[in-house]
């Protein structure tokens, strides 16, 4: 399989993660969002990280240079028809994601492989009111947040997508430094799945909003459970709204099971606007 061009739609948190590490692959990337400025926003933060790894050593000048070039900005209308991969990230809402997909089977050729970037959505229900040749040519394609450090990728076969498809798309995930794993299209997929208790014991030990308690968990889980964050620290990088939806998502697919029941101390971060690092403050604060 040979990936030249593709298009990300999406340019938050793991769009540009996701652009960012396709392009350190010499993949030429179009990235889409609704506003201009996000996209403008996006690439600063893309760009700022080249710097820094360039300061680190880990890539040359004219390597950083080449990258750069790999990005263009595009208007979803604008993307180029003949591209071999479009990955969807944008909000985790079916009825959003649905009517995106719809409008790229109208742009792009019917070889185009579809995949979503969802956490947690059945990919047959995303892609279930597009033609049947598009539902063989569309997977999940799961990447973990930051998205050009994190190696695995987890790949989602739905019922009717191809399964010879999703063997060749880990394949080459195998071949550029991914670890790819093929999953069944069950709700929240492997990780999301296993790790809805990671963050759902945590917060109901924790209870209320108490940043001594919240550090004192994760701590423990740090140092006696050998995890690289605790689960407020990651709730807070992966953005707490995300966690949350992502949580009722799971919790809604398994038929309200209380195993996935999501915290309220979830919701209530939420409504009162701390998301995590990305909104300056969450479980810890980071202004
Ligand atoms: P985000 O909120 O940071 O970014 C979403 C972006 O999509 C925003 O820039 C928004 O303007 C854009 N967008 C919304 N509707 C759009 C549309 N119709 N067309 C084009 N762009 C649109 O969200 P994030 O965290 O990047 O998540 C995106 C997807 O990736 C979600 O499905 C999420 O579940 C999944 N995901 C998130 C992870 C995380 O750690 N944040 C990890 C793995 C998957």
Redesign the pocket.
């Known amino acids: 399989m040979k990936l030249s061009k593709i298009a990300i739609?999406?340019?938050?948190?793991?769009?540009?993660g996701i652009a960012q590490w396709f392009a350190q692959q010499d993949v030429i990337v179009e990235l889409?969002?609704?506003?201009k400025e996000?996209v403008e926003k996006?690439l600063i933060n893309i760009f700022s990280s080249w710097e820094r790894l360039l300061k680190k050593g880990k890539f040359s000048q004219s390597q950083i240079d080449q990258f750069k070039e790999n990005i263009t900005l595009k208007n979803?209308n604008e993307i180029d028809p003949q591209i071999d991969l479009v990955i969807?990230?944008?909000?985790?809402d079916i009825n959003?994601?649905k009517?995106?997909f719809k409008e790229l089977d109208s742009i792009c050729n019917e070889s185009t492989i579809f995949a979503?970037?969802?956490?947690?959505?059945p990919i047959t229900e995303i892609s279930n009111e597009l033609p049947i040749t598009r539902q063989e040519n569309f997977i999940g394609i799961?990447?973990?947040?930051p998205?050009p450090i994190m190696k695995l990728v987890e790949i989602i076969i739905g019922a009717n997508s191809s399964s010879e498809l999703g063997k060749e798309v880990a394949k080459w995930f195998d071949q550029h430094n991914k670890v790819s794993a093929i999953c069944k299209d069950r709700p929240g997929f492997i990780v999301n799945r296993v790790a809805r208790n990671f963050y759902g014991e945590p917060l109901r030990i924790v209870g209320d909003y108490d940043q001594a308690k919240i550090q004192n968990v994760d701590q423990v889980l740090k140092l006696v459970g050998g995890f690289k964050m605790g689960p407020f620290e990651l709730m807070d990088?992966?953005?707490i709204?995300?966690?949350y939806?992502?949580t009722e998502s799971v919790y809604k697919a398994f038929d309200k099971n209380p195993r996935f029941e999501p915290h309220p101390l979830q919701k209530e971060m939420v409504d009162k606007k701390r998301l995590g690092k990305?909104s300056g403050k969450g479980f810890y604060d980071y202004e």
């Open positions: 739609i999406g340019s938050g948190t793991m769009g540009q889409v969002d609704v506003k996000f996006a979803i969807e990230a944008i909000i985790e959003v994601k009517q995106v979503s970037n969802t956490s947690s959505i799961h990447f973990f947040n998205a990088l992966i953005g709204d995300v966690n939806m992502v990305k």
